[in-house]
Structures are given as structure tokens and as C-alpha cells.
Nanobody, 116 residues
Framework: QVQLEESGPGLLKPSQTLSLTCTVSGASVTTTTYAWDWIRHTPEKGLEWMGAISQRDITYYSPSLKSRTSIARDTSKNQFTLQLSSVTPEDTAVYYC????????WGQGTPVTVSS
């Protein structure tokens, strides 16, 4: 059974960098057919795809977030990470790590609040 679990700080101040880690169990982050994504949810915007990393370490980013987003993979720990720089209150959301061929596997989500 594939399981994903997000971890990271729940509260940041504006201008800080958000760093989240997704720990994967039951599958390898090097699985050739899987991609690993970050998606966030707010009541106002709904689900927003942020970016992904493929099994070949190719990264894809939402155009609206590309300048502030970085996704990486740590194969030794079977994890992948998200960094979002220069956060503002508009980045307050529940952040999900997602994986699989077509988004089959979701973490439980971790709430992040940006507030001064």
C-alpha cells in the first residue's frame, strides 16, 4: 500500500520560504511510471496544482508559481520536497503531496498559515 505523508512548519511569516517534505512508503520515488506532485487547496481557489517531478528528475511548475517554486527528490530517503519562496498570506492553504501514474496516492494534507 502506497502512503504519503507531508511534514513541515505550519506557520510562517511573510517573505519566508516554505519547505515541505513528503515521505513515501510502499513505493519508490524512482518508480519509472510515477510522478510526484504538490497540490494545494484553499476554499477560495479550490485545488491548485503547483508542480511535479518525474522519475527522470524533470520538474514541471505551474506558470503562476514557477518563479518561487522548487521541487526536488531525495532517493536515499525516499522523499520529495517543496520549497516556496517569498510567501504571502495568499499562500495560506492545505498542502498535499501526491503521487502515482495519475494522482492515485495522496497524503493527508498539511495546513500552512502565512501571517505576520
Amino acid at each position: 500500500q502506497v502512503q504519503l505523508e507531508e511534514s513541515g512548519p505550519g506557520l510562517l511569516k511573510p517573505s519566508q520560504t516554505l519547505s515541505l517534505t513528503c515521505t513515501v512508503s510502499g513505493a519508490s520515488v524512482t518508480t519509472t511510471t510515477y510522478a510526484w506532485d504538490w497540490i494545494r487547496h484553499t476554499p477560495e481557489k479550490g485545488l491548485e496544482w503547483m508542480g511535479a517531478i518525474s522519475q527522470r528528475d524533470i520538474t514541471y511548475y505551474s506558470p503562476s508559481l514557477k518563479s518561487r517554486t522548487s521541487i526536488a527528490r531525495d532517493t536515499s530517503k525516499n522523499q520529495f520536497t517543496l520549497q516556496l519562496s517569498s510567501v504571502t498570506p495568499e499562500d495560506t492553504a492545505v498542502y498535499y503531496c501526491v503521487g502515482g501514474v495519475a494522482y492515485e496516492y495522496w497524503g493527508q494534507g498539511t495546513p500552512v498559515t502565512v501571517s505576520s
